[in-house]
Each structure stands twice: as C-alpha cells, then as structure tokens.
C-alpha cells in the first residue's frame, strides 16, 4: 500500500527542469599539425601544465597619501607593472611620476622581477604615485621582512600625514578671508 503512495506522489510532481548550464565561449580550438606541435614544444593552445593552473602566488598591501588610495598586488612571476587595468606608463604619463612609482622596486634592484597589479581610487596623479610607492613597499615587506630597513631609511614606508585643512565658515578656503574694504 505504501509503494502504491508513493508511485502516485512520484506521478503528481513535476518533472525536474535539467539544470542550467553555461554555453562555451565559442571559441574554435586549433588542431596542430605534429610538426608545428614540436616547433611550439610539443604543447597545444588547449593544454596546460599542473604549475600553470594554480593561481599565481601574490603580495597585497595598501598605500595611501593625501586623499589617494593604492591597492597593490606584487605577484612573485615577472611580468608587466599594470596601474588600473592599464601599463603604467600609460596611466602616470611624465616621467617624473612614473620614477616614482618605480621608487620602492629599484631601490631594492628588484624591478624587473615582479608583476605589478595596483588599483588607484580618489586624489590627482601625483598623490596617486606617491600612494603607489607606498603601497609597493608594504607589498615588498611582506614578500621579505629585510627589506624594511632601507625601505624605512629611504621614506617609502612613512604614511605621509600631511593632508588638505577643512574650510571654515566665514572663509573662502581653509584660511582666505574674503577680501576687505574699508569703505
């Protein structure tokens, strides 16, 4: 009498919908001749090593300066140094400011080494270039602790606290009055 039960609950449900899957990119695969296999070493587009599937191991830390914000990545493979999804020579366009983004890496020689991945939020370029170094030598001290001392020696790890001072009421900036007339 049970079984009888449960076949008309089983009859009484709906179907399951099959789940959902996602379509593939709809890229076509290159199938290799055997000789350009062995030109390429050996490898197809489609295959990949054990140590390529693991993510690559990475550094964070966060700089800051005026109003700027830095959040850097220092990947430990070498690579391209990338400032909110674009080269960063393209994003800091004088070379004053790109040498010192650079600052904390070429001080420890160390500039070809890393790949560099930093999103900058708020402040002008130049504080964001400053906020830039300072988050790189974070990131550099968490990769190795004995780095800190000539990081220390040189600046890059001091926040700067300096920023701009609150406008009061009564005043055009924080202290510009407007202008007096006597008459």
């Not at 020579?89 to 930093?118: C, H, N, W």
């Not at 900058?120 to 300072?134: D, K, N, T, W």
Request: hydrophobic share 35%; net charge positive; proline share 6%.
């Amino acid at each position: 009498m049970k079984a009888e039960v449960k076949q008309k609950i089983k009859k009484a449900r709906p179907a399951k919908k099959p789940a959902k899957t996602k379509k593939a990119a709809g890229k076509p695969v290159e199938i290799m001749a055997p000789e350009a296999q062995e030109e390429m070493g050996g490898e197809r587009p489609g295959d990949f090593d054990a140590k390529d599937k693991k993510p690559d191991r990475y550094f964070e830390a966060v700089g800051r300066r005026k109003t700027s914000i830095a959040r850097v990545r220092l990947y430990t493979r070498a690579g391209e140094f990338t400032v909110n999804k674009k080269p960063y020579g393209t994003y800091f366009p004088t070379l004053d400011l790109q040498r010192i983004t650079e600052d904390a890496l070429q001080k420890m020689k160390l500039l070809g080494r890393f790949r560099v991945s930093a999103k900058i939020s708020g402040g002008g370029v130049h504080s964001q270039a400053e906020a830039l170094r300072h988050g790189l030598a974070r990131a550099l001290i968490k990769f190795n602790p004995d780095f800190r001392k000539r990081l220390k020696r040189a600046g890059f790890l001091t926040r700067d606290p300096r920023m701009k001072e609150r406008k009061k009421f009564g005043l055009k900036r924080a202290r510009r009055a407007p202008q007096w007339a006597k008459r």
